[in-house]
């Protein structure tokens, strides 16, 4: 499988976070090919909400920067891993930031799903996703299950499943890539 | 009291929010004339400390913004992230509108969960939370489409200032619907097979002469 790392820590120093994210590439690799984007790296600017990606140059971002490449590797991965330290109860402001520019890769007209009003597919398929989440001092189990529940409206949204949300005090890198072999 | 709203929408001056805000300030100053409404715009993430400085000093905050992949823009979760924690008997009161481009509130009611307890968190009075879909387009619109919506907005407005708080009668109007019931379950579909569902989106392709690529699939198939 292609599986990419969509990974929202901001912290510049190495941390917890960091090493349980480096440990986890270097799990997945042994069976997968694995892009990880550590999104501070990267020039990712805010989505301004100018709909040229919908009705200017369709399926193309106005704005350029880094996402171009994410948009390309996201469509061509089996499966994204959305990682993040929970900050303020939710994941970060920079993975934040990211994942409103994927609005790109919808088609604007509007479809019924459930009985609900969502955007039409662009294209025939997206990859499932995880999401893996570091607590915060403060995160208790409902500040999980706002976050997983937020991101199973994403999932709805975006055509695809979320096959797990993960807490790094909860499960180690080893049965995270075990647990990919049945994804 | 001091009023502020922040504005969380990246359209800056030119977005939905801001006609709603300024429809909510008009309803507000009808009662409150006198009284300075300060607003702050979010998009101006260059402004972030005078931004927290001027949230510190605020009696009543409102926080607008439009519904972005499900969840608050990510310049709103950034402010957010900054905010600091009041002390622990809540003295400013907290409140958000969130307005989105889809018809129903039941893409909004997940950030709602996550307001309450943001407000909770950083020890602030929660006022709730309003939740308006169907927002996407107003701009564009003749002011008579958007007569009712904007009415609300400034009842909501007018309410603020005469008790400090959203009117809880105003908020169950404008999170209608929730869920198309079965009737608009039919009209949806029926508007769907006639074209008018993606009007407004195939007029904008049209007018900027991409309607042709308007099924682009740039990334992969």
Redesign the interface.
């Known amino acids: 499988m292609i599986i990419t790392i969509l990974n929202g820590e901001m912290q510049l120093e190495p941390n917890n976070f960091s090493v349980y994210i480096t440990d986890l590439d270097r799990q997945l690799q042994k069976d997968h090919t694995v892009n990880h984007f550590q999104l501070k790296e990267m020039n990712i600017r805010h989505c301004t909400g100018c709909w040229s990606c919908w009705w200017k140059t369709p399926g193309i971002c106005a704005i350029k920067d880094d996402m171009d490449e994410i948009f390309a590797t996201i469509m061509a991965s089996d499966f994204l891993i959305f990682a993040s330290p929970i900050m303020r109860g939710f994941t970060s402001s920079l993975l934040k930031r990211m994942t409103d520019r994927l609005v790109t890769l919808l088609h604007p007209y509007i479809i019924l799903t459930n009985g609900e009003c969502h955007h039409r597919k662009r294209y025939q398929r997206y990859p499932d996703f995880g999401l893996l989440l570091e607590k915060e001092h403060d995160s208790d189990d409902e500040d999980i299950e706002i976050i997983k529940d937020i991101y199973d409206r994403f999932a709805l949204n975006f055509h695809c499943t979320q096959k797990f949300a993960w807490l790094t005090d909860r499960n180690n890198t080893k049965e995270i890539a075990y647990d990919t072999h049945d994804i | 009291m001091t009023l502020t709203i922040f504005n969380g929408?990246?359209?800056r001056h030119k977005?939905n929010s801001t006609l709603l805000t300024e429809h909510f300030i008009k309803g507000f100053h009808s009662i409150k004339e006198k009284e300075n409404v300060r607003v702050c715009y979010l998009?101006e993430?260059k402004m972030l400390k005078e931004n927290l400085n001027i949230f510190d000093r605020s009696e009543q905050v409102i926080i607008i913004f439009?519904l972005?992949?499900?969840?608050?823009?990510?310049?709103v979760?950034?402010f957010?992230?900054h905010?600091p924690v009041k002390d622990s008997s809540p003295s400013l009161k907290l409140g958000f509108i969130v307005q989105s481009g889809?018809?129903?509130s039941?893409?909004s009611i997940?950030?709602e969960?996550?307001l309450r307890?943001?407000a909770q968190?950083i020890n602030c009075n929660y006022l709730g939370t309003v939740i308006k879909g169907g927002v996407e387009g107003i701009r564009s619109m003749p002011s008579s489409m958007n007569k009712k919506v904007f009415k609300s907005f400034h009842q909501l407005g007018v309410h603020f200032a005469e008790y400090g708080e959203f009117s809880g009668e105003i908020m169950v109007k404008m999170k209608n619907p929730i869920?198309?019931n079965n009737m608009e379950?039919i009209i949806?579909?029926f508007l769907?097979i006639t074209g008018l569902?993606?009007y407004y989106?195939k007029s904008?392709?049209k007018?900027?002469g991409?309607y042709h690529?308007?099924?682009?699939?740039?990334?992969?198939?």
């Open positions: 929408s990246p359209r977005s998009a993430t439009p972005y992949t499900d969840c608050m823009p990510g310049m979760k950034e957010f992230e905010l889809f018809p129903e039941s893409h997940y950030v969960r996550y307890k943001l968190r869920k198309f379950l949806f579909r769907k569902v993606d989106w904008n392709l007018k900027n991409a690529q308007r099924d682009n699939k740039p990334f992969g198939n």
